[in-house]
């Protein structure tokens, strides 16, 4: 079945850590998004992709970096994560239209 | 960049009556409004989108109105049930291609049994 998928779901890692949240679909999408999110707040969009070798900064502001060499991978990576980055990050993609489909999200506190 | 608006922020409505809930953008030129759902814990869920040239659109018991000349748009959930308890998020778009949206608020529907 078509689908978005993220790993880890829930991570708890110590300050100055390097990490990597990984975002894989199978919906045949080329169009790919990571958003911040609070627990029940807003939506931000902080990066996203139009395709391989694509990569933008969204509206907010964010010391987090992407990469974009498959078309069905789009992970995000915090070379030295903080408590201010704990939150919950979504990943989306979109095809030909403009509905985008989110994946189950990663829940990331640090401590 | 687009500004968006929602209200209100948290909703309690008697099952069976009507919910609606309002959005307010900045930019003229966007064309699309899409209404996410986000149950507790789940990821968020397209639930209707409108485009630009037409008023409304409708689905089942979700309705979506657009009035361009106040560029406001709203969402209508008639006969709720207690799986309509959630929150709500609207979106414009930012862009030209309408990929990069900015959410509002969110709204907490809770439906009273």
């Known amino acids: 079945e078509a689908d978005i998928y993220q790993t880890p779901r829930y991570l708890v890692i110590g300050t100055g850590k390097k990490i990597t949240l990984e975002c894989s679909q199978t919906m045949g999408h080329d169009k790919m998004y990571w958003y911040q999110q609070d627990p029940g707040m807003e939506l931000h969009l902080i990066h996203y992709s139009y395709g391989v070798n694509s990569t933008e900064k969204g509206d907010l502001s964010s010391e987090s970096t992407v990469s974009r060499i498959r078309t069905e991978h789009f992970p995000l990576t915090l070379e030295s994560a903080r408590p201010s980055h704990t939150s919950q990050y979504l990943c989306?993609?979109?095809?030909?239209?403009?509905?985008?489909?989110f994946g189950p999200g990663t829940r990331l506190l640090v401590l | 960049g687009e500004n968006v608006e929602q209200h209100p922020s948290t909703l309690s409505v008697q099952e069976g009556d009507s919910a609606v809930i309002k959005c307010t953008y900045s930019d003229s030129a966007s064309n699309y409004f899409p209404w996410y759902k986000q149950e507790l814990g789940k990821r968020p869920q397209l639930i209707i989108d409108?485009?630009?040239?037409?008023g409304e659109k409708k689905d089942q018991r979700i309705a979506v109105t657009l009035n361009k000349t106040a560029k406001h748009f709203s969402l209508h959930i008639t006969e709720t049930q207690p799986e309509d308890s959630a929150v709500y998020f609207c979106?414009?778009?930012?862009?030209?291609?309408?990929?990069?949206?900015?959410f509002g608020t969110g709204t907490r529907l809770t439906i009273i049994p």
């Open positions: 409108i485009r630009s040239n037409v």
């Open positions: 989306a993609s979109s095809g030909p239209g403009e509905t985008q489909y």
């Open positions: 979106a414009a778009p930012n862009n030209f291609g309408n990929e990069k949206l900015t």
